[in-house]
């Protein structure tokens, strides 16, 4: 058994494993052929190299499973500490799927201590039951569960609907109520549960502040970028909700079809359980159908019940589930 370092040069060498690994991403999609999933993940490790690492167990010269650490820049700039993404890829059984990736989670926090990253996030399919437990004993943490769910567009019939409820793209002055509607929407105390919040190891008030940030940057993509939209649900002329969706130019380039996906949404809490979300949802399929969108995809906290309803309502959906882990690396300090 070695452990070999995988760069774009051999990358290559990861695609028989990629091949019959049904978990990769977009797997519960039978519109994507599998050598567009697996070109698909390639093209997102080949800019893994450039700030983090990849790492194969090879035995007899054949991949058995392979693992990537990447610095996350995002959560870095936001919390203050150097703080990165990990994944686990094994396909050889539970016994063997689980020895391999103990082995590589030791190899990425020996890693991560010489760059002095503090923290680790990693997301593992619910299926692979090997690579939880593995995780597990590995002291990593169960932070959040997410869903992802994959619409298809080839059927979709462009809807209308009669409500009070009106839906327009956003204005500038739209910005401060949309802030906002983020900041009580998600935080623990408004029923939100997500893994910054749910992390010891992390402010809860940067945890708030990161979704305020997400929607300022949507925004400013939105006035950037045709592709990117917000649309804004109001009654009687206030803003109760949003949808930010946007153009998926990795998943288009590697599928041959036009994929979108909704970044994040929320409703006014004075205004839910009315239908808005659905209406939002709605109206945003009927955008992307007018722009040949072929597949929609989001992810979402498991517990965001209202939103799970109107996608497992939806025609032409498939899902996948996975867990989200945390492991900190450096000295215990709440108030970090």
């Not at 058995?64 to 500490?81: K, N, P, Q, V």
């Not at 990117?228 to 949003?242: D, H, L, P, R």
């Not at 990795?250 to 979300?277: C, H, P, Q, W």
């Amino acid at each position: 058994m070695n452990i070999v370092e995988i760069d774009n040069s051999t990358l290559k060498k990861l695609s028989p494993l990629l091949n019959k690994y049904k978990f990769k991403n977009f797997y519960s999609c039978g519109e994507i052929l599998n050598e567009e999933k697996v070109d698909y993940f390639l093209r997102k490790l080949s800019k893994i190299k450039k700030n983090g690492r990849i790492i194969a167990i090879e035995i007899k010269d054949k991949i058995r499973a392979f693992g990537w650490i990447e610095l996350s820049d995002w959560d870095t700039r936001h919390f203050g500490f150097k703080m990165a993404k990990a994944g686990l890829v094994s396909q050889s059984g539970y016994s063997d799927d689980k020895k391999y990736a103990s082995i590589l989670l030791n190899e990425i926090e020996m890693y991560c201590i010489g760059q002095q990253i503090k923290h680790i996030t990693i997301r593992l399919p619910l299926n692979q039951i090997s690579l939880i437990h593995a995780a597990e004993e590995n002291d990593y943490l169960l932070m959040a569960q997410a869903n992802a769910y994959i619409k298809s567009l080839r059927n979709y019939a462009i809807e209308t609907c009669n409500s009070s409820i009106r839906l327009r793209f956003c204005q500038p002055a739209d910005l401060k109520k949309l802030r906002e509607i983020t900041e009580k929407s998600f935080r623990p105390r408004s029923g939100w549960f997500d893994r910054f919040h749910n992390d010891p190891m992390l402010s809860d008030e940067k945890a708030d502040l990161l979704y305020k940030e997400w929607i300022n940057n949507c925004y400013k993509n939105y006035l950037k970028k045709a592709n990117n939209k917000i649309i804004v649900a109001t009654y009687k002329a206030k803003v109760v909700g949003y949808l930010s969706g946007e153009l998926d130019s990795e998943a288009t380039k590697s599928f041959g079809k036009k994929v979108a996906y909704i970044t994040l949404n929320a409703v006014d809490e004075a205004y839910r359980r009315r239908g808005i979300y659905g209406l939002l949802v709605q109206e945003v399929l009927n955008w992307f159908k007018e722009k040949n969108v072929d597949l929609v995809h989001i992810l979402t906290q498991s517990g965001t019940i209202g939103v799970q309803k109107v996608w497992i309502k939806q025609k032409d959906v498939s899902s996948e589930t996975q867990c989200v882990y945390h492991k900190y690396l450096g000295k215990t300090n709440r108030k970090i």
